[in-house]
């Protein structure tokens, strides 16, 4: 029977046998930076629901496109108007940050974009782009777990893991390679060694259970004390589970916030997946202003949280926002818009070589929309999710083409993505 | 699944109370262990056992969907006025003062300090909600077993709707479930099926109260038109599952021919405000092809047809049998129990019961270990039915709860609504909140008796050595029984 048994205070010992074979990131004395002083991370946030590209990134350009968008069109005209970033694109006037960093050239838009499902169920959709897989069916690992899992043994990136927010692991970073969860709550924390004789019973009986508390009570350790970046989250921003959850714009940002903690810290996973669910506009989507706009200002404060609470990491940061497809190039009888195809991916971050909408554009004329209903995919986002993944951490094509996005050869690493 | 591999087939009365039930209140599993099958199955023989009656005195003053929907109506038309007011008296500061003549300014009294406003009232929407999670926690710790409240959570969340839509659904999620769900879940699929489809709440959730056809009159006039969101989420979600083999094409159609299905408005005009009703203004006329068949013109039946043929597809009953399998039994469940429980359904002609009755009698039920997860609302309640109830009268705790684990109720994150996987529940934040829990739990409980005894009570001899050993050492009473609401024995079902 356990040593716990015969002494109620377990050892720091016991605890760190506990976890620590398996995931000891939190007591590994901190890494020195790599050669070139470059120290990249990768942000991916999951956007479910599918995004309207085109209300969130608007080809004001385009001649068919305020016919076919409607009252919900962006505009530069107005009270809100879109905020413009190139002669043809212009971008949600709820997403000023957004904006900025586009002009600072540290934020770029591809669009239309899809990944290789053609079909428009969302959880398909969704498991399609979580899990990297050619088509649905694959739900046990994500593509940005296994790019971890294929970096060399011993790889700074590959040992520190991974950050999972929210209260369960989005599909994207599950997986073998060891993930961190981390979400803000207001739970009053155990008295005494209650957690200790917990994981001490799941070592002896349930080794799976063992390895996820452990994982939970370090993460809410990290986050919570001092030792993250030397601010502790307050207490305030811990309540946020009660209200709005992780989905709310106030909810965004303070995942954003908790998250920058975790990744910022010199010994903290270099790689993270947020989840942020609520895109499903199917009725009074709105435009410049509603509750599409509502939401992607929300997502503008997560930049903007992640800007501030990486600091000086920030600028080797990349931060990738990704939805399963896009919506009808026509709003529908109940202005909004039914499931699409083609969409945006938005770039953020001091990594990416910003200031571009990238976009072999299709065309809105009724022969140019896919199936006559959706914008057209010109880019795979696959290619771009390559293209962040060889850039950052310099994984090859053909890893990427065989493992981390399987049958994807003909999809090429989208390049000079990263500054 | 890691759990140790053990030669012999788990407790039976285990396997009754956690991989059918609620989890063990004190005594049981005395009163079943003679025959933990044979209670089971006298659970489905109990008339209307699935119900919270209005005539109940525990749940006397839970309002219908339509009452529940009228009282969020009429209090977001207050709201709408107030905004009203509001703004108007703000943007007119000039008017104001120009009113104030000389003698009402003679007369005006001294104005009073602002008195500290009263803490508002909550809106109607919320205090609903409240009573209908209230209503529904209590049901699950007066349940005897709790098989047939289980199959209750299995079918709403098949058949999910999410408050975070609108106040509209927020309002008649609860009664939703009681009406839509509960009368049926020991009917016939078919019937649930028609339930829900035309009940406010799902209407609103999947936006079809607002989809036109374009041919309709209303379509015509309006400019309005098709939504295809119930559409799509009847085929992939409720019936046929993705994949089985319907079009885009097949979407469309049928979002026509579900036009016309909707709720009456505050006006009435429609019919009783907040009623389900079929709106032939707003019908896409004419014959409809869906799945190879004609469905001809025909109102309201058109889309009756189309479901009841949806009920009875292959398809739908592959479909059913394997979410139930996975449910009950393992999160892959063993190829043998789904073509059983398919075979079953199709037989039967969807016939709930007899598929409740088929689960217990499958041995694959009894033989599996027990490796999944209790779901966050299960876990929640199987603590209120071990350890004592919460707050009375306060459903406040466990929602929180269920907040924090990430299954708030009634608030899926989409129309597939939560997941059924284990791993979903084992994640190192849900495990780190369940050891929060567990510690307000058992820190709240009132006269914890020999935490060893709760163990026999709730988990019995089947407990593991180290699980008996680590309450038996603990620290304090409340350390005992928060170990016994982590041990394995406990999370898993």
């Known amino acids: ?419 | 699944m890691a759990i140790p591999a053990s030669g012999s087939p788990p407790d039976p009365v285990l396997v009754a109370l956690n991989r059918f039930g609620l989890g063990a209140r004190p005594g049981d599993r005395d009163r079943m262990a003679h025959d933990p099958r044979a209670y089971l199955k006298a659970e489905l023989r109990q008339p209307d056992i699935a119900l919270i009656s209005l005539d109940d005195q525990a749940y006397a003053g839970l309002p219908g969907s339509t009452p529940a929907i009228q009282a969020s109506m009429a209090a977001n038309f207050q709201r709408k006025l107030d905004r009203e007011r509001m703004t108007a008296t703000t943007a007119q500061p000039a008017m104001a003062s120009a009113l104030a003549t000389p003698e009402r300014v003679a007369h005006a009294q001294p104005v009073p300090p602002p008195a500290i406003p009263a803490k508002p009232a909550p809106p109607i929407e919320a205090t609903l909600f409240r009573a209908e999670a209230q209503a529904r926690l209590d049901k699950a710790s007066r349940a005897e077993a709790g098989f047939v409240e289980r199959l209750v959570y299995f079918w709403s969340n098949h058949f999910c709707v999410s408050v975070a839509k609108d106040n509209i659904v927020r309002a008649s999620a609860g009664a939703f479930e009681r009406e839509a769900i509960r009368p049926f879940v020991l009917g016939r699929f078919a019937d649930m099926l028609m339930a829900v489809e035309r009940h406010p709440a799902m209407l609103f959730y999947l936006d079809n109260q607002q989809s036109i056809g374009p041919d309709s009159r209303a379509g015509k006039n309006r400019r309005r038109g098709l939504n295809e969101n119930l559409a799509r989420e009847i085929m992939e979600l409720h019936t046929l599952g993705v994949g089985s083999g319907y079009t885009q094409a097949d979407v469309t159609s049928f979002a026509r021919i579900l036009t016309g299905w909707t709720m009456a408005g505050r006006e009435g005009r429609l019919g009783e405000p907040g009623s389900s009703v079929f709106n032939a203004n707003a019908h896409e006329p004419g014959d409809a092809v869906l799945l190879g068949k004609t469905y001809p013109a025909g109102g309201m039946g058109q889309a009756e047809t189309a479901l009841n043929d949806m009920a009875r597809h292959p398809a739908t009953a592959q479909h059913i049998a394997t979410q139930l399998a996975r449910h009950f039994i393992a999160d892959d469940p063993p190829p043998a129990a789904v073509a059983c429980l398919a075979k079953v359904f199709a037989k039967s002609d969807g016939n709930l019961r007899a598929l409740a009755a088929t689960l217990i009698d499958m041995p694959e039920a009894w033989s599996t270990p027990l490796a999944k997860m209790r779901s966050p609302f299960d876990y929640v309640a199987a603590i209120r039915r071990s350890a004592g109830p919460g707050p009375a009268n306060d459903p406040g705790q466990s929602l929180n709860w269920l907040n924090a684990l990430g299954e708030p109720l009634w608030q899926p994150p989409g129309p597939n609504g939560f997941s059924d996987q284990a791993d979903s529940w084992a994640s190192a934040e849900g495990m780190k909140i369940r050891l929060d829990i567990a510690w307000q739990a058992a820190r709240q409980a009132k006269d914890i008796g020999n935490p060893n005894d709760m163990l026999d009570a709730v988990i019995g001899p089947s407990a593991s050595p180290e699980t008996r050993q680590a309450i038996a050492r603990a620290e304090s009473k409340q350390q005992g029984l928060a170990l016994l609401l982590m041990a394995p024995e406990f999370q898993r079902r």
Not at chain 1, 283 to 294: C, F, H, P, Q, S
Not at chain 1, 313 to 327: L, Q, S
């Open chain 1, 1 to 419: 029977m356990s040593l716990l048994c015969e002494t109620p205070h377990p050892s720091r010992r016991a605890v760190l046998m506990t976890g620590g074979a398996l995931f000891a990131w939190a007591y590994l004395p901190r890494f020195a930076r790599a050669a070139d002083n470059r120290d990249p991370r990768l942000i991916v946030i999951v956007l479910r629901g599918a995004l309207d590209g085109l209300s969130a990134v608007g080809p004001i350009g385009d001649p068919d496109y305020a016919g076919l968008h409607g009252d919900i069109a962006l505009s530069l005209a107005g009270p809100h108007a879109a905020l413009p970033l190139d002669g043809f694109f212009a971008i949600n006037p709820s997403m000023p940050v957004f904006a900025r960093l586009f002009k600072a050239n540290q934020a770029a838009v591809v669009h239309a974009a899809a990944t290789g499902y053609r079909e428009r169920s969302h959880f398909d959709g969704q498991d399609v782009l979580e899990s990297g897989f050619a088509g649905p069916g694959h739900v046990a690992t994500g593509w940005l777990n296994r790019a971890l899992e294929s970096l060399p043994a011993g790889d700074r990136v590959a040992t520190l893991g991974g950050l999972a927010v929210g209260p369960s692991t989005p599909l994207v970073i599950r997986g073998a390679a060891p993930i961190l969860g981390w979400a803000p709550q207001s739970l009053p924390a155990p008295a005494g060694d209650l957690a200790a004789r917990v994981l001490d019973l799941y070592q002896h009986r349930d080794p799976v259970l063992a390895v996820a508390l452990q994982k939970g009570i370090d993460a809410d350790r990290m986050a919570l004390d001092g030792q993250i970046g030397g601010n502790a989250i307050k207490p305030k921003d811990r309540a946020m589970k009660a209200k709005g959850g992780l989905d709310s714009a106030a909810g965004m940002r303070q995942a954003a916030q908790g998250a920058a903690k975790l990744i910022a810290a010199d010994d903290g996973p270099r790689v993270a997946a947020l989840a942020f669910d609520g895109w499903d506009t199917h009725v009074n989507e709105g435009g410049a202003t509603g509750r599409l706009a509502t939401l992607l200002g929300g997502l503008d404060g997560a930049f903007e949280e992640f800007e501030k609470g990486l600091g000086e990491r920030w600028k080797d940061t990349a931060i990738v926002a990704i939805t399963e497809f896009g919506r009808t190039a026509r709003i529908n009888g109940t202005v909004g818009t039914d499931h699409g195809t083609g969409t945006v991916v938005l770039l953020a971050g001091g990594a990416i070589k910003g200031g571009r909408v990238i976009a072999d554009w299709p065309g809105l004329k009724p022969a140019q929309l896919y199936e006559q209903r959706d914008l057209a995919p010109t880019s795979d986002v696959r290619g771009v999710l390559k293209g962040l993944l060889a850039g950052q951490f310099g994984l090859s094509a053909a890893v990427l083409a065989d493992k981390v996005f399987p049958e994807s050869a003909a999809v090429k690493p989208m390049r000079d993505l990263i500054a």
